[in-house]
Every structure is written in C-alpha cells, then in structure tokens.
C-alpha cells in the first residue's frame, strides 16, 4: 500500500521598500489575503506544469 506524503512549503512576505527612503512600507495586513495568495500560486503551477500539475497539487492544497 503507498501512503500520501505531505509537502510543506513555508513562505514569508516581506515588505518592498519605498523607492525615496530605505524604511519599509508600513504593514498593511489588508493588502492581501489568502485568497489571492491561493490565486496566485494556482496560476503559476498552471503556466509553469499546465492542467496535469495543477490537477497533482490541488487538491491537497491549504493555506493558513
């Protein structure tokens, strides 16, 4: 019998700095969510391994 094996993928955002001063851009928790995280990287595994990648990932995809 074959078992499913988790991959984890840890990610952090990190702010971009203004282009006038080398402070970081205030956190802004409301300029995305997972959501949009979850969109983004949806379109990137269909442009990159097409409808068969997206099918082998999806579905055992979560954020938090």
């Known amino acids: 019998m074959v078992r499913f094996k ?3 993928l840890l990610v952090e955002f990190i702010s971009i700095l203004n282009d006038k ?3 970081p851009a205030p956190h802004t ?5 997972a959501k949009q ?3 983004a990287l949806r379109q990137s595994i269909i442009s ?6 997206w099918g ?4 055992s995809m979560t954020g938090k």
């Open 6 to 8: 988790n991959r984890w």
């Open 48 to 53: 990159n391994f097409g409808d068969t990648g």
């Open 37 to 39: 995280v979850y969109a």
């Open 21 to 23: 001063s080398t402070v």
């Open 29 to 33: 928790p409301s300029s995305f969510d």
């Open 56 to 59: 082998a990932v999806g579905g």
